[in-house]
């Protein structure tokens, strides 16, 4: 009889409706901070700017470049944190696709490399890479990440932390070229934490 009775009881707490999971709020959810550092970018240059929020944000550049001969190699560093994130939640960068332009001579390559990672654990860094050989005109280098690296849980403050995104181009080859990047796009994903 008790198995009955303890059944009974029992039987309308499993039958109430379960807590829905919502998908994070990104109306809420800005890029409040930005800091830009690194000769492609330098600091109170007005030469880097931001658009977006965590789920899909843009950086434009305006001299993120370089040539051959010379240095060959440009990057700039990017330090943004916001406010307003669903607590619960982490977020993490799940692609980058870069857009510009470049004059490539036969036998000269163009590598952009993309390291991200958290403030909060700098050593579990995501490296994403494209290139390009062979052209002159518009460029588009796209890359997914191979792996996850997420921010710390978001709680009641509504701040996932500080994520810090290093941007590199180099030039590599004997026979010369340039390029100049305008737009990089970046693209999150979320989880439950």
């Not at 998908?23 to 600091?43: A, L």
């Not at 001579?105 to 958290?118: D, H, L, M, N, R």
């Not at 701040?159 to 004997?174: E, F, K, M, S, T």
Request: charged letters at 20%.
């Amino acid at each position: 009889m008790l198995p009955l009775i303890l059944l009974t009881t029992l039987l309308p707490l499993a039958s109430s409706s379960p807590v829905t999971r919502r998908d994070p709020d990104f109306s809420t959810f800005d890029i409040t901070s930005v800091q830009f550092s690194g000769p492609g970018c330098p600091q109170g240059s007005n030469s880097a700017s931001i658009d977006g929020n965590w789920n899909n944000s843009n950086l434009h550049f305006k001299q993120l470049g370089t040539a051959l001969p010379g240095d060959g190699s440009e990057n700039c560093q990017v330090h943004f944190q916001g406010s307003g994130a669903t607590p619960g939640w982490q977020v993490s960068l799940s692609e980058v696709s870069a857009y510009g332009k470049a004059s490539l001579k036969p036998g000269t390559k163009f590598q952009w490399f993309v390291q991200a990672f958290w403030s909060d654990d700098a050593a579990d860094t995501l490296t994403l890479e494209s290139d390009t050989t062979d052209c002159d005109g518009p460029i588009t280098l796209h890359a997914k990440a191979n792996r996850d690296v997420w921010s710390k849980c978001v709680g009641a403050d509504g701040n996932p932390g500080i994520l810090n995104v290093n941007l590199r181009g180099a030039l590599n080859g004997d026979k010369g070229g340039s390029f100049e990047i305008n737009t990089e796009n970046l693209k999150y994903k979320w989880r439950k934490c």
